[in-house]
């Protein structure tokens, strides 16, 4: 693990007309660390994720990655995005592709890769999250553990240096989850930078390497999985932890 | 610049003109006033019989409603006008105007009120049939009023088409707005009669255009 | 009863008389033509400029979409004949000659723009968000998102719509015949006014019916084929 972080957020401000919602965060995430960000709904946290890719455009403060300030006007934001992959809560599959042709259509028409090779590279990443046999269906015949996997593949073919994950189970049948939690920690057994928003409490304790509790627009205290769910510092949190079933 | 002015806003012709467009203008209202309710009540009849128990009156209401549609509405006007004569039937020009109205829009009409009436889930009407309401108070107070509300935006763009319908009937020298603009065009060889028209039905129906992309844009996806 | 066969004989004579029907059917059937390539040529024209339009106005730059409102605005109000009235009539005042049928081709083909601009802007507005944000997260620029992403799903949801409009908008043609277009009615009623015989006019009718029907019953399959169904 090396010291200089890839994403390094300063100061982040964000609000929608008076409603504050990020108030001045700071968090900085190293290579091949998972990340996980827990806290109350209406915390902040899924605002925190999209302002890492400038789906949000935050209000004060930066978003530094790999060394570049990606909320400046002047930065390629299309050339970023292709480094950082993103996992949505609802998939967001195309319903007019296929799942090859949901992987592949980035490979081609950012990366310009020829329509052959980009379908290899979207077989690859299909055969990745273990779903080389569903290649050619589309979202609507696939489950919605199958569609995260395949929303995953998509963000993976374009070889970030980062994912960042929104909810990515909470819109699944409890019998799902399984199936995508297992494609995430395959993913950290590689070595993939990722930063999580996410209720899977167990999950976190199991294979996150650091965990960020936010409330109110706040990063209220972070630190390893076993501190802040074991040991918590602050009473916010300890009030939060104690709620969650183990 | 000045030439177009002459040719399309000529201050002179406007005032020459105004009186009679005034005039045509009140007949296009009373046109208007005549024939979209006579359209709906065509048309909500021409639903209900859509959903008959018989199948022969179903089959009739799809042939009625395919076979007005399939007319453009002024072949359906200048057939009536200027053909049923030769049959001995005379008709003076606003009769015919609401006769070939009554055919078009009941099947326009029909159409989106059955949409609505099939967007209406049959547990509704099981439910109130379950109340003890009769099959006419069941279509009157559960079924029609939700089928209206889903199919408002469609309901309100067939009006305005409607609307705009009755400047075919200048076509049957009924002296409505765009007939008169005609004659006063003819009369003074200048395009400013029909500017003043094209005003006039802006000034009307714009209102009714803006009211419809509003709730267009408010269903879509919602459907 | 002799007076009644009198009656259904003076009926036939004058809506069904076969030798009118054979001098004037070369007439239909070149009004017949004329009604096809118009109204094909309008429905290419008009869906081209409003999806062109739409496409223009989905990038929300704020002079460019005022016009388009307006433009869309007016052309949904006027009453297409009081247009082709005013190009066919007013523009030869400012020197600008254009014939019967170049009027109803401009007019019907801008109030098609119009109409489907409406209808595709609506579709794009109805894809989901998350499909935006799904494209632009993988580093598809706007256009390529709109391009890939949004418009063919867009344009899916619009079919029906669009389907019923457009075949409305190319009845329209009949109106040619008032600024003498020789399309179907135009044909038909000259036929009549000739022959003092109403036998052209049904000519023009079945013309009609056989050009339309199966347009609407395409209308018809299209809508139930293309109901909204989301996944």
């Not at chain 1, 028409?109 to 379908?119: D, G, Q, S, T, W």
């Not at chain 2, 006033?33 to 065509?42: H, L, T």
């Not at chain 2, 007319?71 to 070939?100: N, T, W």
Request: with cysteine; glycine share 8%.
């Amino acid at each position: 693990m090396s010291d200089t972080p890839i994403l390094d957020v300063q100061g982040l401000r964000k609000s929608y007309g008076k409603l504050e919602v990020l108030k001045g965060v700071d968090l900085a995430v190293r290579e091949r660390e998972l990340v996980f960000i827990i806290g109350p709904s209406g915390s902040g946290k899924s605002t925190l994720l999209r302002c890492c890719n400038r789906l949000e455009e935050s209000n004060g403060g930066a978003v530094i990655f790999d060394g570049t300030d990606i909320t400046a006007k002047s930065t390629n934001i299309n050339a970023v995005r292709q480094k950082i992959g993103m996992v949505f809560q609802s998939f967001n599959l195309y319903p007019h592709m296929s799942a090859e042709g949901n992987v592949a259509l980035a490979l081609r028409k950012v990366l310009k890769r020829p329509k052959a090779e980009a379908l290899e590279r979207a077989r690859a990443a299909l055969d990745r999250v273990g779903l080389s046999d569903k290649a050619e269906n589309y979202p609507n015949q696939l489950s919605g553990g199958q569609q995260q996997r395949v929303a995953i593949a998509r963000a993976l073919a374009l070889e970030p240096k980062m994912v960042l994950f929104d909810e990515p189970t909470s819109a699944l049948d409890p019998e799902l989850v399984g199936s995508v939690l297992e494609v995430m920690r395959d993913l950290r057994t590689a070595g993939m930078t990722m930063l999580v928003v996410s209720h899977e409490m167990r999950f976190a304790r199991e294979a996150a390497d650091r965990v960020v509790f936010m409330d109110e627009g706040h990063i209220v205290e972070e630190g390893p999985p076993e501190q802040v769910f074991g040991d918590p510092q602050m009473p916010r949190t300890r009030d939060f932890v104690s709620r969650i079933d183990h | 610049m000045e030439f177009i002015l002459q040719n399309f806003f000529n201050w002179d012709i406007v005032t020459q003109a105004w009186p009679l467009l005034l005039r045509g203008f009140g007949m296009t209202l009373i046109l208007m006033a005549a024939v979209i309710p006579v359209g709906c009540i065509g048309g909500l009849t021409v639903a209900l019989l859509g959903q008959s128990r018989f199948r022969a009156v179903r089959w009739l209401t799809i042939i009625y409603v395919d076979f007005f549609r399939a007319f453009p509405p002024l072949v359906l006007l200048i057939f009536i006008y200027a053909g049923l004569p030769f049959a001995g039937i005379d008709l003076p020009a606003i009769v015919s105007v609401c006769l070939a109205f009554l055919l078009n829009s009941s099947a326009y009409y029909g159409e989106v009120f059955r949409a609505g009436i099939e967007s209406v889930g049959t547990g509704q009407a099981e439910a109130a049939r379950s109340t003890g309401l009769s099959g006419f108070q069941t279509t009157t107070y559960v079924v029609l009023p939700q089928a209206i509300r889903n199919v408002l935006p469609d309901l309100v763009s067939n009006t305005l088409e409607v609307a705009k319908l009755t400047s075919l009937a200048s076509v049957v020298a009924l002296p409505e707005l765009l007939y008169s603009a005609d004659m006063a065009r003819s009369v003074t060889f200048n395009a400013t009669p029909i500017v003043m028209a094209a005003v006039l039905y802006l000034v009307l129906l714009w209102p009714l255009v803006r009211l419809l992309s509003r709730i267009e844009h408010r269903s879509m996806g919602s459907r | 009863m002799n007076a009644d066969i009198t009656q259904w004989d003076r009926f036939l004579a004058s809506f069904f008389d076969l030798a009118v029907m054979q001098k004037y059917l070369p007439d239909i059937v070149d009004g017949f033509l004329l009604t096809c390539h118009l109204a094909i040529l309008i429905v290419i024209s008009g869906l081209v400029l409003g999806l062109i339009l739409a496409v223009i106005r989905a990038y929300e730059f704020w002079l460019t979409s005022w016009l388009i409102v307006v433009f869309a605005d007016v052309m949904r109000a006027l009453p297409p004949l009081v247009f082709i009235l005013l190009l066919y009539f007013g523009l030869p005042g400012v020197g600008l000659n254009l014939s019967g049928y170049a009027a109803t081709y401009v007019t019907l083909t801008l109030v098609l723009a119009a109409f489907s601009e409406e209808i595709f802007r609506a579709g794009i507005l109805a894809t989901p968000k998350g499909q935006w944000e799904a494209a632009r997260s993988t580093g598809l620029g706007f256009g390529q998102s709109l391009a890939y992403v949004i418009m063919p799903q867009a344009i899916r949801m619009t079919v029906p719509p669009l389907t019923n409009r457009t075949i409305a908008i190319a009845k329209n043609t009949a109106l040619g015949t008032v600024v003498g277009v020789g399309e179907i009615l135009n044909q038909a009623t000259t036929g009549q006014s000739f022959s003092g015989n109403a036998s052209p006019l049904v000519l023009g009718a079945l013309a009609y019916l056989i050009l339309f029907i199966p347009v609407v019953v395409f209308g018809r399959w299209v809508e139930t084929r293309f109901a909204w169904r989301r996944t």
